[in-house]
Nanobody, 124 residues
Framework: QVRLVESGGGLVQAGGSLRLSCAASPRTFSYYFMTWFRQAPGKERECVAG????????YYEDSVKGRFTISRDNAENTVYLQMNSLTPEDTAVYSC?????????????????WGQGTQVTVSS
Protein backbone atom coordinates (compact mmCIF):
# COMPACT_ATOMS: atom_id res chain seq x y z
CA GLN A 1 0.00 0.00 0.00
CA VAL A 2 1.29 3.45 -0.95
CA ARG A 3 0.15 6.55 0.90
CA LEU A 4 0.52 9.93 -0.79
CA VAL A 5 0.14 13.34 0.86
CA GLU A 6 0.28 16.55 -1.18
CA SER A 7 1.14 20.00 0.13
CA GLY A 8 2.15 23.42 -1.14
CA GLY A 9 -1.05 24.61 -2.76
CA GLY A 10 -2.50 28.04 -2.15
CA LEU A 11 -3.56 31.34 -3.65
CA VAL A 12 -1.15 33.17 -5.91
CA GLN A 13 -1.38 36.03 -8.38
CA ALA A 14 -0.97 35.46 -12.09
CA GLY A 15 2.70 35.28 -12.98
CA GLY A 16 3.60 33.88 -9.59
CA SER A 17 5.04 30.54 -8.56
CA LEU A 18 4.19 27.64 -6.30
CA ARG A 19 6.00 24.43 -5.42
CA LEU A 20 3.89 21.38 -4.74
CA SER A 21 5.19 18.40 -2.80
CA CYS A 22 3.92 14.85 -2.66
CA ALA A 23 5.27 12.81 0.24
CA ALA A 24 4.98 9.06 -0.16
CA SER A 25 5.27 6.01 2.04
CA PRO A 26 6.57 3.36 2.26
CA ARG A 27 10.10 3.40 1.02
CA THR A 28 9.24 1.28 -2.03
CA PHE A 29 8.00 4.59 -3.44
CA SER A 30 11.30 4.87 -5.23
CA TYR A 31 10.18 2.18 -7.66
CA TYR A 32 6.95 3.88 -8.63
CA PHE A 33 6.16 6.08 -11.60
CA MET A 34 4.78 9.34 -10.22
CA THR A 35 2.42 11.67 -12.03
CA TRP A 36 0.72 14.94 -11.19
CA PHE A 37 -2.87 15.41 -12.33
CA ARG A 38 -5.18 18.37 -11.94
CA GLN A 39 -8.91 18.89 -12.06
CA ALA A 40 -10.56 22.26 -12.53
CA PRO A 41 -14.22 22.84 -11.63
CA GLY A 42 -16.51 21.36 -14.25
CA LYS A 43 -13.64 19.76 -16.14
CA GLU A 44 -12.18 16.29 -16.39
CA ARG A 45 -9.03 15.36 -14.54
CA GLU A 46 -6.00 15.91 -16.75
CA CYS A 47 -2.40 14.80 -16.65
CA VAL A 48 0.12 17.55 -15.94
CA ALA A 49 3.53 15.89 -15.63
CA GLY A 50 5.04 12.51 -14.84
CA UNK A 51 8.42 11.13 -13.82
CA UNK A 52 9.88 7.63 -13.80
CA UNK A 53 11.49 6.10 -10.72
CA UNK A 54 14.98 7.01 -11.91
CA UNK A 55 14.03 10.43 -13.20
CA UNK A 56 15.26 9.49 -16.65
CA UNK A 57 11.78 9.63 -18.17
CA UNK A 58 9.84 12.85 -17.76
CA TYR A 59 6.61 13.94 -19.43
CA TYR A 60 4.89 17.31 -19.55
CA GLU A 61 1.50 18.19 -20.93
CA ASP A 62 1.85 20.81 -23.66
CA SER A 63 -0.01 23.42 -21.63
CA VAL A 64 2.66 23.43 -18.90
CA LYS A 65 5.86 22.86 -20.89
CA GLY A 66 8.47 25.49 -20.11
CA ARG A 67 6.60 26.62 -16.98
CA PHE A 68 6.38 23.53 -14.76
CA THR A 69 9.18 21.26 -13.61
CA ILE A 70 8.68 17.84 -12.05
CA SER A 71 11.40 16.23 -9.93
CA ARG A 72 11.76 13.60 -7.26
CA ASP A 73 13.98 12.83 -4.31
CA ASN A 74 13.81 9.11 -3.66
CA ALA A 75 15.86 9.44 -0.48
CA GLU A 76 13.15 11.75 0.88
CA ASN A 77 10.28 9.77 -0.72
CA THR A 78 9.00 12.99 -2.26
CA VAL A 79 8.05 14.21 -5.73
CA TYR A 80 7.85 17.91 -6.51
CA LEU A 81 6.09 20.11 -9.03
CA GLN A 82 7.62 23.56 -9.44
CA MET A 83 5.07 25.80 -11.12
CA ASN A 84 6.17 29.14 -12.57
CA SER A 85 4.41 31.80 -14.62
CA LEU A 86 1.06 30.65 -13.31
CA THR A 87 -2.12 31.75 -15.05
CA PRO A 88 -5.77 31.61 -13.94
CA GLU A 89 -6.16 28.63 -16.27
CA ASP A 90 -3.88 26.66 -13.92
CA THR A 91 -6.45 26.93 -11.13
CA ALA A 92 -7.39 23.39 -10.09
CA VAL A 93 -7.03 20.71 -7.46
CA TYR A 94 -3.65 19.09 -8.03
CA SER A 95 -3.19 15.45 -7.07
CA CYS A 96 -0.25 13.12 -7.27
CA UNK A 97 -0.66 9.53 -8.35
CA UNK A 98 1.61 6.50 -8.19
CA UNK A 99 1.81 3.25 -10.08
CA UNK A 100 4.35 0.51 -10.54
CA UNK A 101 4.51 1.13 -14.26
CA UNK A 102 7.52 1.74 -16.43
CA UNK A 103 6.13 4.49 -18.63
CA UNK A 104 3.79 7.45 -18.47
CA UNK A 105 0.08 7.05 -18.67
CA UNK A 106 -2.14 10.08 -19.00
CA UNK A 107 -5.18 8.04 -18.00
CA UNK A 108 -6.18 8.55 -14.34
CA UNK A 109 -7.78 5.15 -13.80
CA UNK A 110 -4.52 3.42 -14.66
CA UNK A 111 -2.98 4.67 -11.41
CA UNK A 112 -3.50 2.63 -8.27
CA UNK A 113 -2.61 5.18 -5.61
CA TRP A 114 -3.74 8.78 -5.15
CA GLY A 115 -3.24 11.60 -2.71
CA GLN A 116 -6.09 13.73 -1.40
CA GLY A 117 -5.17 16.71 -3.57
CA THR A 118 -4.15 20.31 -2.89
CA GLN A 119 -5.96 23.39 -4.18
CA VAL A 120 -4.11 25.84 -6.41
CA THR A 121 -5.89 29.12 -7.13
CA VAL A 122 -4.39 31.72 -9.46
CA SER A 123 -5.96 35.15 -9.41
CA SER A 124 -5.85 37.52 -12.37
Amino acid sequence: QVRLVESGGGLVQAGGSLRLSCAASPRTFSYYFMTWFRQAPGKERECVAGISWSGAMIYYEDSVKGRFTISRDNAENTVYLQMNSLTPEDTAVYSCAADSRSSISRVPHEYNYWGQGTQVTVSS
